[in-house]
């Protein structure tokens, strides 16, 4: 039996005595509410794993979520919560170290608490890789063990991060004792592993995230609400983590990844993770799927990114917790022969999730983009540049026609955010009003410009839209033919703006494109004047990698 | 607020990123410089030298002899005109709205020296622009520059303006610029492009140029026609000359002279475009060396813009 094998059948009868304590300490649970218990949270994504190690692409992505819902529904303050991205192994020891005293200084003067923390990184021959540093997974356990807060849950995505829970091994937790502990709150460690000891934990381009975070913070927004009380338990949390990691990974080439965990907590109740009876309640904004709705559900963000993913059984009322925005939630249909498909516009208040109501739409219309493939295009086109100021267009700067090319790495910031290289060339003719009564100058000249842009991207419906800043730089060339004695002119400055742009994809890697900036000109030769302009840019787009 | 603060140094860093010669504003100040163009005097060459050969009737040796003074002259208008043309290549060092400075730079070709050049412009009440130019010299550590080219140009542009323009050889004299070949006295250049003909008019004073006092002055056609009217020695004899031709080179020309004994007299002359005469009026025999100088008919005269008989 392989070692992943044995893991499984652990972690599998692990959950299963977990489930048991969970349901029947589900009363407790109810009134275990997030907001009773002091939460501080350390989250962390570390990309770079040190010498031979690929960096990871979606480690620091999946820290900035799972804070995200840490300190949303998650009921952690944000002053409580430590965001490390690509800090090193002693910002982070250190800031356990400070959270570990913050969780003490609470619970010395009254609050229960719990300390999370949540690792997305490298981990190689038992250590957390940290970039240059590493932190051993002993070590990491110990301190978490005796870090000063009631509850410590350590949650690891991680290559072979189930080690840490290998030396004492998988073993169930101790059943609650329900009458009398009812007021002492649950009290231990906690750990659960993306992937066991011998297993790669996988990410992917396609949702733009590791697999585990990605279904452990769908389930923590409200797809793991399997008693549908609106409190995501941990118990529930890793369930649903567990299930949906191993079936999204049944058929991928690195094998399937079997998350697994150390449970080592007594006292009564189970530890509460999300709470989104502000969702039900009517408070807070959110989808809901109605009891009798099943199938997978996936909920798009703007750029038709997936940010929440709930495989929904008949039988329960399923919340999903999201800020105010404009999602949109497709639905494979069970026969393969399409999607359902609708736009919501989320608010302050829950928004129903009615598959009658829904598009159905061909499945090479699938609304969800992903990460990979797509992530890098070039665009080539033609465009014009008009100043604003009549003066100077008529004069100094006139009309210019451009062509250009521009290599675009759209989402790889993060948040949608996307950045690009553009180059440009083009030019014109004008002429220079000499005045009184004499022969207008005519002059040739010519445009080379450049620059850098971030730009934050949207979807709406088949287009995207994307709207940000430019850097860049522009030379002009002049020269006076009809005049061969007058000496030809130039001229270098910068030219920051903004942009913004229109995508229209017409197959799966070409699309038409368009764009408009707006930039700002220092011009200093004859006077110091600030002018504007605009450039139009018309071209397709095409797609590397996909 | 502090990021309120922190816009003056970006503002800053962007003006400092931002170079070049890219003015308007300096074109429109060169445009008002004559160029060599504007004051060459355009006279066509006489007929080709073997044509001359066959003329019967013998050539028409004014006519000849006005094509090399006006390349002479020519050649002077070019070495003010280079004078002139330095600051085409050059960047302002000073840019006011109605006034560039080029200079003070070092005279590499006079150690000691440095030079400058102004050009102010002024607008007059009509409206009307015009531009004065100065190059100047001076020794360094002297607080004064003088002036060696000087120039008047009305108008936006000198290819439709008129003006004069002024080089003394004296001042480089004075200021030690110049060298064995510095004539001495002054070129004055006078030109007049406002409508038809253009007229570009030469003074020489003092010598210069190995001319003795000289003037030439000189009217063009879009068409290539033209006249033109100047005084100069030949040996001994002084001999005024008018003459008007048209676009393909034949012409007429009145010459009045006198001789190194007080003796006056005239002549006329017409000759074809292959400059091969085709009337001669001289009663005193005065322009060929085997008499008599006088043939044909003053009907086989060409028609010329402005016929001097």
């Not at chain 1, 997030?34 to 190690?53: M, N, T, Y």
């Not at chain 1, 080439?253 to 039900?280: E, I, M, R, W």
């Not at chain 1, 080379?448 to 949207?458: C, D, Q, Y």
């Amino acid at each position: 039996m392989s070692s992943a094998r044995r893991a499984f059948l652990l972690g599998a009868a692990a959950l299963a005595l977990l489930h048991g304590t969970a349901r029947a300490a589900e009363a407790v649970a109810r009134s275990a509410a997030v907001s009773e218990v002091r939460r501080f949270a350390l989250v962390a994504g570390e990309p770079d794993g040190g010498p031979g190690a690929v960096r990871l692409r979606y480690a620091e992505r999946d820290a900035r979520r799972m804070h995200a819902i840490l300190t949303g529904v998650g009921g952690v303050r944000p002053g409580d919560a430590r965001l490390l991205l690509s800090a090193g192994a002693p910002a982070f020891m250190k800031a356990l170290g400070e959270l570990s005293e913050a969780a003490g200084r609470a619970g010395a003067a009254g609050e229960r608490t719990l300390l999370l923390v949540y690792y997305s990184g490298h981990a190689r021959d038992g250590a957390l890789r940290l970039g240059q540093g590493s932190i051993p997974l002993d070590a990491l356990r110990e301190a978490l063990a005796s870090a000063r807060a009631d509850v410590r849950v350590g949650l690891l995505d991680s290559c072979r991060s189930g080690a840490i829970v290998r030396a004492k091994g998988v073993r169930p937790a101790p059943s609650f004792d329900v009458k009398t502990a009812s007021d002492a709150g649950p009290r231990g460690l906690v750990l659960v592993a993306s992937s066991a000891a011998d297993e790669d934990s996988q990410e992917s381009d396609a949702i733009g995230a590791s697999y585990f975070t990605h279904h452990l913070a769908s389930g923590l927004l409200g797809g793991a609400d399997a008693s549908g009380d609106g409190l995501v338990t941990l118990a529930e949390a890793y369930a649903y983590a567990y299930a949906r990691t191993v079936g999204s990974t049944a058929s991928s080439a690195a094998g399937v990844q079997h998350p697994v965990f150390l449970y080592d907590l007594g006292g009564a109740g189970d530890v509460v993770l999300s709470d989104l009876t502000g969702v039900s309640a009517g408070r807070a904004g959110g989808i809901v799927i109605p009891a009798a709705a099943e199938g997978l559900y996936v909920v798009l963000d703007g750029s038709g990114r997936a940010v929440a993913e709930v495989a929904k059984a008949q039988g329960t009322e399923r919340r999903v917790a999201l800020p105010a925005g404009r999602y949109t939630v497709k639905k494979r249909l069970p026969d393969e022969s399409g999607l359902l498909v609708a736009s919501l516009d989320v608010g302050g208040a829950p928004v129903p999730v009615d598959d009658g109501r829904m598009d159905r739409v061909p499945l090479d219309r699938d609304p969800q983009k992903g990460f990979g493939g797509a992530r890098y295009s070039v665009v080539t086109g033609v465009g014009l540049q008009r100043f604003f100021d009549r003066a100077t267009r008529d004069g100094l700067f006139p009309p210019a026609a451009l062509g250009g090319v521009e290599v675009a790495a759209r989402d790889d910031l993060g948040h949608g955010l996307g950045w690009g290289l553009d180059l440009a060339i083009g030019g014109g003719k004008g002429q220079v009003d000499l005045g009184d009564g004499a022969e207008p100058l005519p002059f040739t000249f010519d445009e080379l410009g450049g620059g850098v842009a971030i730009w934050k991207e949207w979807g709406v419906g088949p287009v995207d839209l994307s709207a940000g800043l430019r850097f860049g730089v522009t030379w002009l060339h002049r020269t006076f033919e009809p005049a061969a004695e007058l000496p030809a002119q130039q001229f270098f400055t910068v030219t920051p703006g903004l942009v913004g742009a229109a995508r229209w994809r017409l197959t799966r890697s070409l699309s038409a494109f368009g764009r408009v900036r707006t930039s700002w000109l220092f011009y200093d030769v004859d006077q110091n004047r600030s002018l504007g302009f605009v450039e139009g840019f018309l071209g397709v787009e095409y797609a590397l990698g996909e | 607020m502090r990021w309120v603060n922190s816009l003056g140094p970006a503002a800053a860093a962007l003006a400092l990123a931002a170079c070049g010669n890219y003015s308007t504003e300096d074109v429109r100040f060169l445009a008002a410089l004559p160029t060599r163009g504007d004051l060459h005097v355009h006279v066509p060459a006489s007929g080709a030298s073997s044509a001359l050969a066959a003329c019967d009737t013998g050539e028409a040796t004014v006519w000849q002899g006005a094509k090399a003074v006006s390349d002479g002259l020519d050649g002077g208008v070019d070495f003010i005109v280079g004078l002139v043309d330095s600051v085409r290549r050059l960047e302002p060092s000073e840019r006011a709205e109605d006034m560039r400075r080029w200079g003070p730079f070092d005279d590499d070709r006079h150690p000691g020296r440095e030079i400058q050049v102004v050009i102010t412009r002024v607008t007059g009440p009509d409206g009307g622009v015009a531009h004065r130019f100065a190059f100047e010299a001076r020794v360094k550590g002297q607080p004064d520059f003088t002036p060696v080219v000087t120039g008047a140009f009305e108008g936006p542009s000198a290819s439709v303006g008129k003006g004069s323009i002024e080089l003394s050889f004296e001042a480089l004299w004075s200021l030690g610029m110049n060298d064995s070949s510095t004539p001495h006295g002054a070129l004055l250049a006078t030109y007049d492009r406002t409508g038809e003909p253009r007229r570009v008019s030469i003074a020489i004073v003092g010598g210069a140029l190995g001319l003795g006092s000289f003037s030439y002055d000189f009217e063009g056609w879009v068409d290539g026609s033209g006249s033109f009217s100047y005084r100069i020695p030949k040996g001994l004899d002084k001999l005024y000359i008018s003459s008007s031709f048209d676009s393909a080179g034949a012409g007429r020309a009145a010459v009045s002279y006198v001789t190194w004994l007080g003796l006056g007299g005239s002549f006329e002359q017409c000759w074809d475009a292959a400059a091969c005469l085709v009337y001669v009026n001289d009663p005193q025999n005065y322009s060929c060396s085997t008499p008599p100088c006088s043939l044909g008919e003053v009907a086989s005269c060409p028609a010329v813009p402005s016929p001097p008989f």
